[in-house]
């Protein structure tokens, strides 16, 4: 049995789809350490990880993308965000592995300077992605465009034009940090931005088709295993058994983007309509909401308490968020605000399992109609619940681990 060294960025959005995992390689035998936020060390060590915090100084990087004006600009503020914390993560990853002298590594794929230290550490070692992976594919436009694929040959011409100038902005905005960092660990440069995807042994990526567009060009190492669906425990609140009606789940992302005008056109906009919403507002002020009698405004409550009894789950584009709604059959409308968002609000517009509404046309009105419309692809949602189930979740992830990582190593 191997020693697992896991490494996560300063997100419970990554953290908790790697919990089941880290759960089943643990159930196997494995030892299991982790380093995650702070806040999280404790819940963790419950679960029988050997736990401790990621450097402090990574968790006091926030994001500010939400501050740009445009898409362009949020890519150059999350790109300047994960080199700031690649500085941190580095080193702290390198003192981690001297500490647990594990036998494999399992890293998060925005934990940059983690990557390039599991790299340069020469023994077994995969990341796991939690949002659509930015690779760039023949079959598809170019990613961060949120555009739907192509169907036929003025599309594919649409996309092989689009593709050169977009590749070069995220090289532009990546290239000369990442390298920076990769130099000082003794790497060679990459030449192209999303080479980064493409560096581990494994990548496991957490969703699967057709939620993720299908295409011919799948790098080896990638291997789709559907959501890894985790909630921490978590005792049902009281007002929670007063609920007899269906429920419209309501969420914002964990890191703060200036979303809660999400919730409250949500509040306002469905304030007459015969569902209870649940919103949930973990990194924001939930002060001075206008809360009418058919809504819940809480700072967090697993998603799982409400989802078995939701006709809808509107979300902010968070690929766990919507995949979570999704691979409980239950339809989603999306509201991106930054990110890959954009990109998780097309493929639930394309999968028909739901449906999209940009953050610049919010308003009560409209959001409600989206919601209206998102209710009949019940019967789509179902069918893509279905697809995600057979790709294997945890059990899969585990398996892909083990074969590719552990049985070449250790013999086992």
Known sequence: ??????????????????????????????????????????????????????????????????????????????????????????????????????????????????LAVAEAWGGPWASFCPYPLALRSRDLPPFGLAWKPASGPLGRVRDRLARPPVLASYNKAMLPSLNGVRANLGLTRLQVADDIYRRPPLLLYLTAEPFEYPRSDWPANVVMVGPCDWDPPFDPPPWLEQVTGPIVLVTTSSEFQDDGRLVRAALAGLADEPVTVVATLPAGNAADFKIPSNARLERFIPHSLLLDRAVCAVTHGGMGATQKALARGVPVCAVPFGRDQFEVARRVQVSGAGTSLPASRLRPERLRAKVHEAMNRAAEAKRLAAALAASGGPTAAADAFERRLLTTSNGD
Request: hydrophobic share 45%; glycine share 6%; aromatic share 6%.
């Open 1 to 114: 049995m191997a020693r697992i060294l896991a490494y996560t960025s300063p997100a419970a959005g990554h953290l908790f789809p790697l919990t089941p995992i880290l759960d089943e390689l643990s159930r196997r035998g494995h030892q299991i350490a982790l380093r995650t936020l702070a806040s999280q060390v404790p819940l963790m060590k419950s679960r029988g990880f050997d736990t401790a915090p990621i450097s402090e100084q990574i968790e006091a990087i926030g994001h500010d993308d939400w501050r740009a004006s445009n898409a362009r600009a949020g890519l150059v503020r999350a790109v300047r965000t994960f080199c700031e914390r690649a500085a941190f993560d580095a080193p702290d990853l390198r003192k981690a592995i001297a500490e647990e002298r594990p036998d494999a590594l399992l890293v998060d794929i925005n934990s940059w300077g983690g």
